[in-house]
C-alpha cells in the first residue's frame, strides 16, 4: 500500500531525474515509461483500481486453491499444505509473468522443482503440479476466447452479426 501510495502521488519521470534517465537509457526505458503512464492515469479511479485490486485477489485466491487441490491429487506430501502453496504459489505467479519465454513454459517449471524442492518435493511431482496448473488455465482461457469471441461488440451483436456489419461496412466504403 506504501508503494501504491508512492506511485500514484506524483508522476515519478517528471519530478525525479533518476526516472527521467531510466527513460532515455535504452530500449527498455520508453517501454517502462508507457506502462507508468498508463498506470498513473488510474490514480484518481479509485472505483476502477478497487475492483481490479478484488478481482486480482480472488483470481489469485483461487489459482492457488487449485494449485492445492492439484498438489493433493498428485499426493505430494507437505507439512503444512495449505500455507506452503499459499506462500510458493503468488511468488511463482509473480516470478513467471517475466515475459522470459512463451506462455513462461520452462521458467515456471524450474521455479516450481526449484521452490517445492527446498522443501523435499521431488522435482518430477513439482513439475507435474506447474504443468497441471498451466493446462487448467489453459482449459479455462479457451473457455473464455469462446465467450469473448461469440459475443465481441459494443453493441451486443453475435460473432456472425459483428462480420456482417464489417462486410456491409467494406462494401460502402471500397477504399478500406
Do not use: K, W
Amino acid at each position: 500500500v506504501a508503494g501504491m501510495l508512492a506511485l500514484f502521488r506524483r508522476n515519478l519521470f517528471e519530478h525525479i531525474p533518476l526516472f527521467r534517465r531510466l527513460e532515455a537509457s535504452g530500449p527498455a526505458g520508453p517501454l517502462i515509461r508507457r506502462a507508468y503512464d498508463a498506470f498513473y492515469l488510474y490514480r484518481d479511479q479509485h472505483h476502477t483500481l478497487l475492483h481490479a485490486t478484488v478481482f486480482s485477489g480472488l483470481n489469485l485466491f483461487f489459482l492457488t486453491m487449485a494449485c492445492v487441490s492439484f498438489g493433493y491429487a498428485l499426493e505430494i506430501e507437505l507439512a503444512h499444505p495449505l500455507v506452503t502453496h499459499f506462500t510458493l504459489f503468488p511468488i511463482i505467479t509473480i516470478l513467471a509473468a517475466i515475459p522470459i519465454t512463451p506462455g513462461a513454459l520452462g521458467l515456471r517449471e524450474g521455479l516450481f522443482a526449484g521452490l517445492y524442492g527446498a522443501l523435499g518435493v521431488p522435482p518430477a511431482e513439482a513439475v507435474s503440479l506447474s504443468l497441471l496448473i498451466y493446462l487448467g488455465g489453459l482449459f479455462c482461457g479457451l473457455f473464455g476466447g469462446v465467450l469473448f469471441i461469440s459475443y465481441t461488440s459494443e453493441e451486443h451483436r453475435g460473432l456472425r452479426d459483428e462480420i456482417q456489419a464489417l462486410r456491409d461496412e467494406n462494401s460502402t466504403h471500397p477504399s478500406n
